[in-house]
């Protein structure tokens, strides 16, 4: 049985790590790795590989940057003349970039059935590029794998078959899981004098947030005033390193501690030990779950509901003064939240079911 899997963008190869793992486990499967080169930085990409320990991708499309229309054409172009080539019995996307869908909508169009890791989340918001993203690869799907169950109702709803459905769990928590040990043991906040608890690691990458100057300003203006309270680390993507230069705010920022995308360890380990994270990534609202830390999401909403209802995330306006009464008040009792099947074993149940559909 040949598994291809098609990844392109940091949140993906997370997400991918286990599941390469634990289709190793199995002789009968050949596992190839596309990537798509939508990442392309070694910070952004090989980083990851090497410390998730995953096998080189035995291609990569190179599609680097570009509009959306640009990104996901270059895919479709590129992977169709491989899928051909390669000839899978299935082909596995994960979450919700533009790589995803446009692998979906490659191998789909090719008959050949594809599995979503990741399936069923829905922000009900059109504005978000990705939201286009999840419904659309879902209902190129033959097999989704969800990681909760608000997720499946989502589908169902959408008129998606229940057979179709499998409820494996989160695998962007097998990989928290796996790497937990390392991460504490490397005590990335110490090394960059950070006190465990009292200090606000921030992410912000979302085009709605970055991409409009006087929201990025208000932003800005909120984690200046935080960093009066307590120290402020940033590390930031290479979308907002460039609005910020565009926009001339990153001198702004004064004493903000501004850091590089970080490694994977190290981002684990900053989550675990900070007393405050504020983001408007997808993963991170679920790792501060699992991890008991405090999170707010500067969005409108969230694909992973089960993060404000069952765990610590609290969604805020991109607004600093929202912002600023949010960081203050939102203290929750500390210790890792219990989320059905967040165990570390979602990409087990995912391969055994994948091979299950594939020996049918
Ligand atoms: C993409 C995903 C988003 C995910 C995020 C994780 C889509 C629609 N968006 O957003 O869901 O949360 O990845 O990071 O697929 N760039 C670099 N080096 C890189 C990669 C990107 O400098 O290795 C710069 C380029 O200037 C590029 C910009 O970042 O134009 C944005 O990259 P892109 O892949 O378009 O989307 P992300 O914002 O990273």
Redesign the pocket.
Known sequence: MRVVSVVG???NFVKLAPVAEALAQHQSVEHVIVHTG????AF??ESFFAELALPQPSHNLGVG?GS?AL?TAAVLERFEPLCRTLQPDWVLVYG????TLAAALTAAKLDIPVAHVEAGLRSRDRTM??EH?RVLTDHLSTLLFTPSPDAGDNLRREGIPDEAIAFVGNVMIDSLVNILPRAHALGAERTLGLDKGRYVLVTL?RPSNVDDPSTLRELCAALVELQRERPVVFAV???TR?RLDECGLRALLGDVRLLEPQPYTTMIGLTASAGLVITD??GVQEETTYLGIPCLTVRQNTERPITVTHGTNRLVAPERDAILEAARSHAVSPGPRSIERWDGRAAERLVELLLDAGRR
């Open positions: 963008a940091r949140p939508q990442h392309y930085d952004m990409s940057a959306h990104q919700d970039v533009n790589s590029p990705e993203n990458h993507h290479p979308r460039a990534s997808g």
